[in-house]
């Protein structure tokens, strides 16, 4: 059995679909990604499999002498074919399945626990709440020599807490709660304006800042909150408060979940702020989008 240490922070069964052509095999499919470099935009070619997508030893638990690399290998055996599953019954435009809708929400709450950006928020907060309370108890100096060893520790303290919220449960039934009593709608993009994607897919628009702010690669679940998720090139879920006089008996499992085609002002607004909320790479199957997104 191969050990699969380089492991995926974005599920290579998601870029396919924004691959150049989705009909390649899936580890031969090429996708274009685009970052702004230390000279400017950069707009590259690359494989779905590319090692830009994996970081070493992500998800490994050495404490599990059983299988040190059982994360991985769950997301690659039982998460990830789901999406093929999602995707080809959204194509069809029909009133969706109760098991689709489970399965995009699934995909939901693992696309943002399992992203590097969560841990990189995560090792941020760590680090700043060890730094702070150690110069308020022993002064700014004494905190400044020992931001070293606050940075080893926060990496190891975000590597858990992301790798918790994979088993927790109570977790995984709040995002459920929170973004499955909201409305949802899947908008289509137009030929020629398709939307992209990043290495940190999806964001909110939140309507309370004292929560986070406004615009956000992290979903929030807040009753002012909507949350967009790109799932191909064709595409997005817009998940939204539901309007005055919904009857409260409508959730996710009972609503009607329409399709509609964006106009092309609000297909770029939906890229903007994918661009804004990214990690570092925009992700699509056209170079000249991409860079023209990246030049905007």
Known sequence: MS????????????????????????????????????????????SINSDKFKIEHF???PSNEEDPYIIERTFSAEL???????IKEVQEEGNLSLECRGNIMLWLFFSKYRNLRFRNH???????????????????DAAEAERMKFEIEAKYIAKQIQVE???????????D??????????????????FITTDDPGFSINMEPDDLQNLNGLFAGNAAASNFFPLTPKYCVEIVPFR???????????????????????????????IR?????????????IQNLLQS
């Not at 995560?122 to 700014?140: C, I, N």
């Not at 996710?252 to 994918?274: E, H, K, M, Y």
């Not at 909320?277 to 989008?289: Q, W």
């Open 3 to 46: 050990v699969p240490v380089r492991q995926h922070y974005i599920p290579k069964s998601y870029l396919r679909h924004f691959a150049i052509n989705p009909k390649d095999n899936q580890l031969r499919s090429m996708i274009w990604h685009g970052w702004i470099g230390e000279y400017g935009p950069r707009t590259e070619k690359t």
């Open 59 to 61: 998800y490994t638990v």
């Open 80 to 86: 990830e074919p789901r999406y093929s599953q999602i």
């Open 122 to 140: 995560m090792e941020d907060l760590v680090k700043w709440y060890s730094h702070t309370v150690h110069a308020m108890q022993y002064g700014k």
């Open 165 to 175: 919220h994979f088993a927790n449960e109570k977790l995984l039934e709040e995002f």
């Open 177 to 194: 709660r929170k973004l499955g009593s909201k409305e949802w709608r899947i908008w289509k993009s137009r030929k020629g304006n398709e």
């Open 244 to 274: 005055a006089g919904t009857p409260v008996s409508i959730n996710l499992r009972n609503q009607v979940i329409p399709f509609a085609i964006a106009s092309n002002t609000f297909i770029d607004f939906i890229n903007g702020c994918s």
């Open 277 to 289: 909320t990214r990690n570092k790479y925009i992700i699509g199957s056209s170079k000249e989008k």
